[in-house]
């Protein structure tokens, strides 16, 4: 087999993923007195099939690489390893363990967007971690922004191009970027929005400058959907809340995701931080769903809970959650890796590294196999 370059990897994965509105994904910060809220739209050419996901504490894991999961190949360094602090409920489309974003028991929301813009440091005398794989990291292990900036430094991320969004349960929001091979953080200050698309977070508040009320003569239309403004939009909605708003505070980041969705929204979420409470809908099944931390246990001593994304439920779901097992979640991973499959530029990559689609699948359908619990179950401090 061909060595993978991770040049024509990347190449080949944005081909695959970067269709018109795959970039538009968004997130924000909603804070004011007694208000901490998190918001999120997930945007892509088409439904995305999904599992929510309740992740345990206690539970020790072994980082994967890029190059691992997709071709076999095996870091000369050693890996990341680790030990869960923290359960979570995350939102998954490459199956158990590789999750887009979610929330932790600490309050911590970290989420991922699009930016072609990134370039991950290169390779070192650190551990490789495909950054999927890092947002769970992220949420095993971190319950503060600060403590998320640390870990940025402590492996090297390898895969496609994304950059990150963090809150945690203080209301302190970040922009995580790797640019340049650099570790590029906003936050405080120097997030004087906290609201993040798919340009570089400076790029974005240049931008800005151009709108009404931000400096500028452009107009922002909140009705209107295009990928261009979503920024504009987010900034505009946060600045202009208040508790004393007619619409409650739930109701008002759900109606500033519809403001920033270009209309290839396939999933979003809202995180009430405060109350470890979380409402998400789909494409598939559009009406509000709820699920809250505090219903489950989240010792390691029984298997992770999971939910269909596209199940057609209506309110608080968290009753309707099953144990994990590894059909669901094969079915999931066979399931999205599928929908990839006929794409010209994947069947060449294929071909030309001697990869199968069906070993991919494999690596991670395997995964949380090789995962055990480790230490007795008490409650996490958040």
Same mark, same amino acid.
């Given at each position: 087999?061909?060595?993978?370059?991770?040049?024509?990897?990347?190449?080949?994965?944005?081909?695959?993923?970067?269709?018109?509105?795959?970039?538009?994904?968004?997130?924000?910060?909603? &804070?004011?007195?007694?208000?901490?809220?998190?918001?999120?739209?997930?945007?892509?050419?088409?439904?995305?099939?999904?599992?929510?996901?309740?992740?345990?504490?206690?539970?020790?894991?072994?980082?994967?690489? !890029?190059?691992?999961?997709?071709?076999?190949?095996?870091?000369?360094?050693?890996?990341?390893?680790?030990? +869960?602090?923290?359960?979570?409920?995350? !939102?998954?489309?490459?199956?158990?363990?590789?999750?887009?974003?979610?929330?932790?028991?600490?309050?911590?929301?970290?989420?991922?967007?699009?930016?072609?813009?990134?370039?991950?440091?290169?390779?070192?005398? @650190?551990?490789?971690?495909?950054?999927?794989?890092?947002?769970?990291?992220?949420?095993?292990?971190?319950?503060?922004?600060?403590?998320?900036?640390?870990?940025?430094?402590?492996?090297?991320? /390898?895969?496609?191009?994304?950059?990150?969004?963090?809150?945690?349960?203080?209301? +302190?929001?970040?922009?995580?970027?790797?640019?340049?091979?650099?570790?590029?953080?906003?936050?405080?200050?120097?997030? @004087?929005?906290?609201?993040?698309?798919?340009?570089?977070?400076?790029?974005?508040?240049?931008?800005? $400058?151009?709108?009404?009320?931000?400096?500028?003569?452009?107009?922002?239309?909140?009705?209107?959907?295009?990928?261009?403004?979503?920024?504009?939009?987010?900034?505009?909605?946060?600045? &202009?809340?208040?508790?004393?708003?007619?619409?409650?505070?739930?109701?008002?980041?759900?109606?500033?995701?519809?403001?920033?969705?270009?209309?290839?929204?396939?999933?979003?979420?809202?995180?009430?931080?405060?109350?470890?409470?979380?409402?998400?809908?789909? +494409?598939?099944?559009?009406?509000? &769903?709820?699920?809250?931390?505090?219903?489950? /246990?989240?010792?390691?001593?029984?298997?992770?809970?999971?939910?269909?994304?596209?199940?057609?439920?209506?309110? /608080?779901?968290?009753?309707?959650?099953?144990?994990?097992?590894?059909?669901?979640?094969? &079915?999931?991973?066979? $399931?999205?890796?599928?929908?990839?499959?006929?794409?010209?530029?994947?069947?060449?990559?294929?071909?030309?590294?001697?990869?199968?689609? $069906?070993?991919?699948?494999?690596?991670?359908?395997?995964?949380?196999?090789?995962?055990?619990?480790?230490?007795?179950?008490?409650?996490?401090?958040?």
């Amino acid at each position: 087999m061909r060595k993978l370059s991770p040049a024509i990897v990347v190449a080949v994965v944005l081909s695959m993923i970067l269709r018109p509105g795959a970039e538009a994904c968004s997130s924000f910060t909603l &804070r004011d007195d007694g208000v901490l809220i998190a918001g999120r739209n997930l945007d892509a050419p088409g439904p995305l099939p999904g599992l929510v996901v309740v992740n345990k504490r206690g539970v020790k894991k072994t980082g994967k690489s !890029f190059d691992w999961l997709y071709g076999g190949e095996r870091s000369p360094h050693s890996p990341l390893t680790w030990v +869960s602090k923290y359960g979570s409920i995350t !939102f998954n489309y490459s199956g158990l363990e590789f999750p887009d974003g979610g929330m932790n028991e600490a309050g911590l929301v970290f989420q991922e967007m699009t930016l072609i813009e990134s370039k991950y440091p290169a390779d070192d005398s @650190r551990a490789a971690i495909f950054m999927v794989q890092w947002i769970q990291y992220i949420l095993d292990t971190c319950a503060t922004v600060e403590e998320v900036v640390q870990s940025a430094h402590i492996a090297v991320l /390898d895969g496609w191009n994304w950059h990150f969004y963090a809150v945690d349960s203080s209301g +302190s929001s970040a922009a995580v970027e790797f640019l340049d091979g650099e570790v590029v953080v906003h936050t405080g200050e120097a997030l @004087r929005h906290p609201v993040l698309a798919n340009s570089p977070y400076t790029q974005e508040l240049k931008l800005l $400058e151009e709108f009404e009320g931000f400096g500028g003569t452009t107009p922002i239309d909140a009705d209107r959907q295009e990928i261009d403004g979503r920024f504009a939009k987010g900034a505009s909605l946060l600045e &202009r809340y208040s508790t004393a708003a007619e619409i409650p505070p739930m109701k008002y980041a759900w109606k500033t995701l519809d403001a920033m969705s270009p209309g290839t929204t396939q999933s979003a979420q809202v995180y009430d931080i405060t109350h470890r409470r979380i409402e998400f809908r789909s +494409s598939r099944a559009p009406t509000i &769903r709820s699920v809250s931390l505090d219903a489950f /246990d989240l010792g390691c001593d029984s298997p992770a809970m999971v939910l269909d994304l596209d199940l057609d439920l209506e309110g /608080d779901v968290s009753g309707r959650f099953e144990p994990y097992t590894v059909v669901n979640n094969s &079915r999931l991973v066979s $399931e999205n890796l599928l929908l990839f499959s006929e794409h010209p530029e994947l069947q060449a990559f294929l071909e030309g590294t001697g990869v199968r689609l $069906e070993s991919i699948v494999a690596r991670f359908v395997e995964y949380p196999g090789t995962t055990s619990c480790e230490v007795p179950e008490t409650a996490a401090e958040p």
